[in-house]
């Protein structure tokens, strides 16, 4: 099974930045869809965008809409979230996951394989 490895995950304070990486063990990402979820304590796990291999990218919560963005770098089979002006509230696990096809959704359940998480946390 293909496994992802995220990475960049931290502490920052609200109005700072962070780049998450996603990365596979075995080969590149490049022609899949790649979601990124994630997950608060106490709630469920939700979609937050996902980008085709066209780099069509799908937003799926709007209070990131401007402040979160999605990009490939197809020399390193590689997928980043930028992560701009956070918030406390976008504290919570990060998790890339892909599916077997170049078609985005915002239900992790078609995914066929995840990274372990990273933790962001946004707080002064």
């Known amino acids: 099974q293909v496994q992802l490895v995220e990475s960049g995950g931290g502490l920052v304070q609200p109005g700072g930045s962070l780049r998450l990486s996603c990365e596979a063990s075995?080969?590149?990402?490049?022609?899949?869809?790649v979601g990124w979820f994630r997950q608060a304590p106490g709630k469920e796990r939700e979609g937050v965008l996902c980008?085709?291999?066209?780099?069509?990218?799908?937003y799926y919560i709007d209070s990131v809409r401007g402040r979160f963005t999605v990009s490939r770098d197809n020399t390193r089979g590689t997928v980043y979230l930028q992560m701009n002006s956070l918030k406390p509230e976008d504290t919570a696990v990060y998790y890339c996951a892909k599916r077997d096809n170049s078609y985005c959704s915002a239900s992790g359940s078609v995914y066929n394989s995840w990274g372990q998480g990273t933790q962001v946390t946004v707080s002064s």
């Open positions: 075995a080969f590149t990402l490049n022609p899949y869809a």
């Open positions: 980008i085709r291999p066209s780099d069509s990218v799908s």
